[in-house]
C-alpha cells in the first residue's frame, strides 16, 4: 500500500506526533468501526457512569451538609473510577490490536479476527489497567514526583501485552527497560501530546464554562443566598456529560503515540524493524 505507515523505524518527537495524526486520518474508519465493535458497551456504561456523579455532585444538599453529604459522593466516584479504567482496558487493547494487525497485514485489518483478539485478551488488558493505575497512584501520593516518573514508562505497557504478549509481571518490568536511557525524551513526547489533548478538552468544555457563567450572573441573588441549584439544572448536567464523552473519544489518540513511541525505543534497543527490513530484501531477490 502507498500510504502504508511503517511503526517499526526510529522517529524523534516531531515524527512520532506528525505520524501519529497521519494515522489517525488514514484509518479513522477503520479505527472507529473497531472501537464500535468492541468499545460501545464500555463507552456507554462510562457514559452513564459520568452522569451519575455529576447528576450526584450537583446536588444542592452537597453544599449544606458538609462532610456528611460529601460522602455521598464515595460510591459515585468508585463507579466512575471503575468504569473509566474497563473504557480504558478495551480502548486502548482495541487500538493497540488495531495497530497489531495493520502492522502484520501491511495495512489490512481484519475486524472479526480483530475482535477475537480484544475479547480473548480482556482479562490481562484489564488487569494491566487496574495495575497500572495502581502503582500510579500510589507513586502520586509520595508527592506527585514519583508518580509522574512511574506513569512514563507503565504508559508502555498496554503496548507490550499487546505486540509481544507479555504476561503482566513482565509487562511491568520490561516497561522500565525499554524506556532505560529515553525518560525524557519519552516524557517529552507525551507531555506535548497531553498538551494538545489538553487544550482539545478546554474547547470541548467551553460550553459548560460559558453557560456555568451565565447562570452565575443570571442566578446571582440565589447563589448569594447560598442557593447553588440554580447553577447544576439539566442543561448544565447534559453539556457537562456531553464534554466528558468527547474527552474519552479524543483519549483514542494516546495509544496510537504510544505504538509509535514503543517501536521507536524498540527499533533503538532490538532493532527489530532494520533486520526485517533487510530479511525482505533478501526474501524479494
Not at 505520524?19 to 458497551?41: H, M, P, S, V
Not at 455532585?57 to 455521598?72: P, Q, R, T, Y
Not at 456531553?242 to 525505543?265: E, M
Amino acid at each position: 500500500m502507498n500510504n502504508y505507515i511503517n511503526f517499526k523505524r526510529q522517529r524523534e518527537l516531531g515524527e512520532t506526533l506528525t505520524d501519529t495524526f497521519k494515522f489517525l486520518r488514514q484509518e479513522y474508519k477503520g479505527l472507529f468501526q473497531a472501537l464500535l465493535r468492541n468499545a460501545a458497551i464500555p463507552f456507554i456504561i462510562l457514559i452513564a457512569a459520568a452522569g451519575y456523579y455529576a447528576t450526584i455532585s450537583a446536588d444542592s444538599s452537597l453544599f449544606d451538609g458538609g462532610i456528611f453529604s460529601m460522602a455521598n459522593l464515595v460510591l459515585p466516584a468508585i463507579i466512575l473510577l471503575l468504569a473509566v479504567l474497563f473504557y480504558y482496558a478495551v480502548m486502548y487493547g482495541t487500538v493497540l490490536h488495531y495497530i497489531r494487525l495493520y502492522i502484520e497485514n501491511r495495512g489490512v485489518v481484519d475486524q472479526d479476527i480483530l475482535k477475537n483478539e480484544v475479547r480473548s485478551q480482556l482479562g490481562s488488558l484489564i488487569g494491566v489497567t487496574f495495575l497500572i493505575a495502581l502503582i500510579v497512584f500510589f507513586g502520586l501520593m509520595l508527592c506527585i514526583l514519583p508518580g509522574i516518573y512511574l506513569a512514563i514508562p507503565l504508559s508502555l505497557g498496554w503496548a507490550l501485552l499487546v505486540f509481544k504478549n507479555k504476561p503482566i509481571g513482565d509487562v511491568i518490568s520490561d516497561s522500565f527497560k525499554l524506556v532505560k536511557g529515553e525518560w525524557w525524551m519519552t516524557f517529552a513526547t507525551m507531555f506535548v501530546l497531553g498538551l494538545l489533548l489538553y487544550v482539545a478538552n478546554i474547547v470541548f468544555s467551553l460550553p459548560v464554562i460559558i453557560y456555568t457563567l451565565v447562570k452565575a450572573f443570571t442566578s446571582g441573588a440565589e447563589i448569594s443566598q447560598g442557593n447553588m441549584s440554580g447553577l447544576f439544572d439539566w442543561v448544565y448536567l447534559t453539556l457537562n456529560v456531553i464534554a466528558s464523552a468527547a474527552q474519552y473519544i479524543l483519549a483514542v489518540i494516546f495509544p496510537i503515540a504510544i505504538a509509535f513511541i514503543y517501536y521507536n525505543l524498540n527499533e533503538k534497543t532490538n532493532q527489530t524493524g532494520a533486520f526485517e527490513t533487510i530479511d525482505s530484501i533478501g526474501t524479494d531477490r
